[in-house]
């Protein structure tokens, strides 16, 4: 097989559904809600996956995570403090999002700034997860190297021995959650040909402006 061949015959002609700026929401988080009910209900693979995009030193940084909370229009996920996403946001809290729905043959990016989230949340949040998840936010060096897969395992299995006696866990300081306040929004929409909609929103002063972008 000839990859090259292969990348260059691989596409496929999106006409499910078109997306105009006469019809969108004026406002673009009751639009994300519609969106995001709609990829729940296609039974894509996790609709709350999302790329998160930050800036190390000038050089972009990407990685898949997980959208685990909307609060007055910001956007939650969890993770280690001292992990290397984390480090990179205290650094620079400008960040981007993107999520990807195949199914429907959408895309929503969204840009913003990024800062953590109240304690009493992440401790919430903490105690809905299941004890396995616990554990690993526990026993996990994120993103230090480790010399094989058998220390992680003997890092989780003897947390696990450890707090084998007590029922609930509590949230270690350095797993937390963070938010995410939204400045611009893209909404996209594959269409035929390539001729794609694109629909953006920017604030200003406080409001949404609407735009079409050429694709």
């Known amino acids: 097989m000839n990859i090259n061949e292969t990348l260059e015959n691989t596409r496929v002609s999106y006409r499910n559904a078109d997306f105009d700026i006469n019809t969108c929401n004026p ?11 709609d990829a729940v209900n296609s039974n894509c693979d996790e609709p709350n ?3 998160l995009s930050t800036i190390e ?3 972009p940084r990407a990685r898949v995570v997980l959208l ?4 007055q229009g910001c956007f939650a996920f969890y993770t280690n403090y001292n992990s290397s996403k984390g480090k990179e946001v205290t650094d620079n809290c400008h960040v981007s999002m993107t999520f990807l729905w195949l199914p429907l043959q959408r895309q929503v990016r969204i840009e913003g700034t990024l800062g953590k989230i109240g304690a009493s949340f992440s401790d919430e949040y903490f105690q809905k997860r299941p004890r396995g998840s616990q554990i690993g936010a526990i026993a996990s060096p994120q993103s230090q190297k480790v010399s094989s897969r058998q220390e992680l395992e003997k ?3 003897d947390t696990e021995v450890k ?8 949230r270690p300081l350095h797993w937390g959650g963070y938010l995410i306040k939204p400045s611009y929004f893209e909404f996209w929409q594959g269409r035929e040909n390539r001729m794609h909609d694109r629909i953006i929103y920017e604030n200003h002063a406080g409001g949404w402006m609407l735009s079409r972008l050429a694709p």
Do not use: C, M, R
């Open 49 to 51: 996956a999302f790329v």
């Open 27 to 37: 406002n673009p988080q009751t639009q994300f809600d519609k969106w995001f009910k």
């Open 57 to 59: 030193q000038n050089k």
């Open 155 to 157: 890092l989780f299995n």
């Open 68 to 71: 685990k909370g909307i609060h």
């Open 163 to 170: 707090y084998s006696g007590q029922s609930e866990l509590e």
